[in-house]
């Protein structure tokens, strides 16, 4: 298994009208998350674009179990379970950064296409990479 | 089966890097629609929340089919299928207003909550604007 | 002078928890507004950028004066009182579409650039669409 | 003079199809950056906003000098020059992290209000955290 934490703050911009954070943002909290998790493995998105590869996102799921407030700290914890194939399953755990209480579950699932947006199979740069982790 | 359509267009601010619509936008988009999905049947959102209730999401689902680009126009088909129960399940298709082609497909499920965030069955007033329709 | 008229609607994505929209949604209004006027010259931005033009702002402007709330349409006046020179100067204001009462005036300034980034002058082509209006 | 520095980094969700970062997003940085400032004072949001004091914005500006790119870190350094009176003044720099190049300058322009929304004086609780700096 692959796993990154990554821990960010809500802001105003964040934070609807009930005075928790707007359902899409967490999509937002993932990408970043995902980010650097892909940059902990040496897999920075500007790196993976110069081999001609893009990582489109297919899917995308978010269970909401607890509305989160201004100025709380959120830990994202992001998971990769296994070997892609086809495609990447990255799963997401959004929780409360001092009572780890959850606030949102999800995933993302992720083609790879080239640049003439042609799904291809895994890149072996890529595979590399997560090779020594399963 | 209640159903609404929605036109929209994609701007700037709506764009990645890849040049389409970046992946949270969609949610967006689908609040918009339902927003108006829901307005057609006399439930706008300060209505519902005049008598003390909320629909907050509780699950969002999007599945990415194909990049929607600048300047294109998108339909989003709002539907609600059944009667809901604890939850309302809404259902969304977004596709090319001309050609037709299906950019995103999703669906949210939203709770029925009072003031004090407490779990509440289907209201009276919800029940009624939605039983013509089953 | 060239003038558009725009109207917008308000979702639970734009406000914040003061139950206002957030200040920086009026930029991505503002995007939208002068894209509908550009659009209305026979300037859609991807003509634009098909001759090899883009007109990135170099300065933005917002007076806040009252805020505006959830379901409220406004209206976008978007005008262009000059000639450009080296940058153009669009101006904004928005009002509630119903009562008139102003929300937000503003203003944007666009550089003239190549697809190297470097600034150019006014290119003829755009010229010639604003010549008639000044 | 108070002043504060706040580091961010740049995401997709930021960046639109000329590979910079939208125009509008800076003013959540500017939120970001402010809101930190205020934090190092003992002035959080929820404090204030406990005291019965919200601090609208009535005025935004941003000049915008060069585009800033995926993944580059921003440095966004916040600056109070004078004691509010009426309003208060909050600048903005930022920079490229690494090379000091400035990417945009700007400021906010914050009023004092009430829980009714009626203008107040700047409240005592905020001149004393403030004195000692001017």
């Known amino acids: 298994m692959i ?3 990554h821990v960010i703050k809500i802001y105003y911009r964040d934070v609807d ?3 928790i954070v707007y359902y899409s943002r967490y999509l ?5 998350a995902r980010t650097e998790l892909l940059v902990s493995l ?3 998105v ?3 674009e110069k081999e001609g590869v893009k990582l489109p996102v297919v899917t995308s799921h978010c269970d909401y179990k607890k509305g989160a407030r201004l100025e709380e700290e959120l830990r994202i914890e992001t998971f990769i379970d296994k070997t892609p194939k086809a495609t ?3 799963n997401y755990k959004i929780s409360n950064n001092s009572s780890g209480e959850i606030n949102v579950t ?3 699932k992720h083609a790879f296409i080239d640049n003439e947006s042609h799904p291809i199979r895994v890149p ?4 590399d990479k997560l090779a020594k982790y399963f």
């Open 3 to 5: 796993k990154n934490d």
């Open 88 to 90: 990447l399953l990255i």
């Open 28 to 32: 937002e909290y993932f990408e970043e």
């Open 42 to 44: 040496g897999l920075d």
């Open 46 to 48: 500007p790196s993976i």
């Open 17 to 19: 009208q009930m005075g």
């Open 124 to 127: 072996n740069f890529i595979k």
């Open 106 to 108: 999800g995933y993302t």
